[in-house]
């Protein structure tokens, strides 16, 4: 990794490769910008001119070394084709290889895959479905900036809970229109209602995936929906996205953040997106 210039928590200027934005629960949500060693408290930031500039530098976030194009979110090419972590079953769990003996990692695969999973209800931009490992809630949520979350099963592995969305994607979308999440303003969903609504709609195919992999590995959740507020001065009326890769500065008036968008008066920002990236940041 490129090496950090500024470490101290209180600095307002800092350099190193970005992480994705930590952040906790709480009213509002609190985040913190991560940038090597460097930590910025963001909320405390609000209102104020912020600037933030790429120094044309990536570093791969597994291996450390430099790469001229970032992959899945911060690696290089070598470690985007080797690691487990990268692969298309990540992304569409249902399509898990391990039992072929094809799994990239295998032991990483039985820490990480072979887990309790959760499949839930979420609202961001509107009603979507998604899956989470259990110790991810509520960050899960946080990240994808949804305003109500509800966990409704939880299942033994990573794979059926790919099997479990793809049945539930028949009624609902898996995907967050993350426009219509940054201006704000979202209706607020019954989502018990919605729940008791899919299950029974999906009944039968739930009861297929029960009896291919056993009645107890598909477990009904008794959970109460969950809110979250961010913290937002604005939001915008038009949403405009800042690229680093075509546009290495960023700077403006910190607005809010919400998800792992940067609100600013110029435009957001995808945080996640650039992980890896080396930046100057200056708030």
Same mark, same amino acid.
């Given at each position: 990794?490129?090496?950090?210039? &500024?470490s101290i928590e209180a600095a307002t200027a800092m350099q190193g490769c970005l992480s994705k934005m930590a952040v906790e629960p709480g009213s509002p949500a609190r985040y913190v910008l991560r940038a090597g060693e460097a930590r910025l408290d963001l909320n405390a930031r609000l209102g104020k001119p912020f600037r933030l500039e790429w120094t044309g530098a990536i570093? $791969?976030?597994? $291996?450390?070394?430099?790469?001229?194009?970032?992959?899945?979110?911060?690696?290089?090419?070598?470690?985007?084709?080797?690691?487990?972590? $990268?692969?298309?079953?990540?992304?569409?769990? !249902?399509?898990? %290889?391990? +039992? !072929?003996?094809?799994?990239?990692?295998?032991?990483?695969? !039985?820490? %990480?895959?072979?887990?309790? %999973?959760?499949?839930?209800?979420?609202? *961001?931009?509107?009603?979507?479905?998604?899956?989470?490992?259990?110790?991810?809630? /509520?960050?899960?949520?946080?990240?994808?900036?949804?305003?109500?979350?509800?966990?409704?099963? !939880?299942?033994?592995?990573?794979?059926?809970? #790919?099997?479990?969305?793809?049945?539930?994607?028949?009624?609902?979308?898996?995907?967050?229109?993350?426009?219509?999440?940054?201006?704000?303003?979202?209706? *607020?969903?019954?989502?018990?209602?919605?729940?008791?609504?899919?299950?029974?709609?999906?009944?039968?195919?739930?009861?297929?995936?029960? &009896?291919?992999?056993?009645?107890?590995?598909?477990?009904?959740?008794?959970?109460? /929906?969950?809110?979250?507020?961010?913290?937002?001065?604005?939001?915008?009326?038009?949403?405009?996205? %800042?690229?680093?890769?075509?546009?290495?500065?960023?700077?403006?008036?910190?607005? #809010?953040?919400?998800?792992?968008?940067?609100?600013?008066?110029?435009?957001?920002?995808?945080?996640?997106? +650039?992980?890896?990236?080396?930046?100057?940041?200056?708030?």
């Open positions: 990794m490129p090496a950090v210039t &500024e570093a $791969c976030t597994h $291996c450390g070394r430099a790469t001229r194009k970032s992959f899945a979110q911060g690696h290089c090419y070598p470690c985007f084709k080797r690691l487990a972590q $990268c692969d298309t079953c990540i992304m569409k769990p !249902e399509l898990c %290889h391990f +039992f !072929e003996g094809t799994c990239r990692e295998p032991d990483w695969a !039985e820490r %990480h895959c072979f887990q309790p %999973h959760v499949v839930y209800l979420a609202n *961001a931009s509107g009603l979507k479905v998604g899956i989470t490992r259990s110790s991810q809630m /509520p960050t899960r949520w946080l990240d994808q900036g949804a305003v109500q979350a509800l966990p409704i099963l !939880e299942v033994d592995t990573r794979q059926q809970s #790919g099997f479990v969305e793809v049945l539930f994607k028949e009624e609902v979308s898996d995907r967050t229109n993350w426009r219509a999440m940054l201006k704000g303003g979202t209706p *607020a969903l019954d989502l018990m209602a919605e729940r008791d609504r899919l299950l029974a709609r999906l009944e039968g195919g739930l009861a297929n995936l029960r &009896e291919r992999f056993g009645a107890d590995a598909i477990r009904l959740l008794d959970e109460a /929906p969950l809110s979250f507020d961010y913290p937002v001065l604005e939001f915008p009326a038009k949403v405009v996205s %800042h690229n680093l890769d075509k546009h290495p500065l960023v700077a403006g008036t910190l607005l #809010g953040i919400k998800g792992q968008y940067l609100i600013l008066d110029s435009g957001v920002i995808n945080l996640r997106k +650039f992980t890896g990236y080396e930046v100057k940041v200056a708030a």
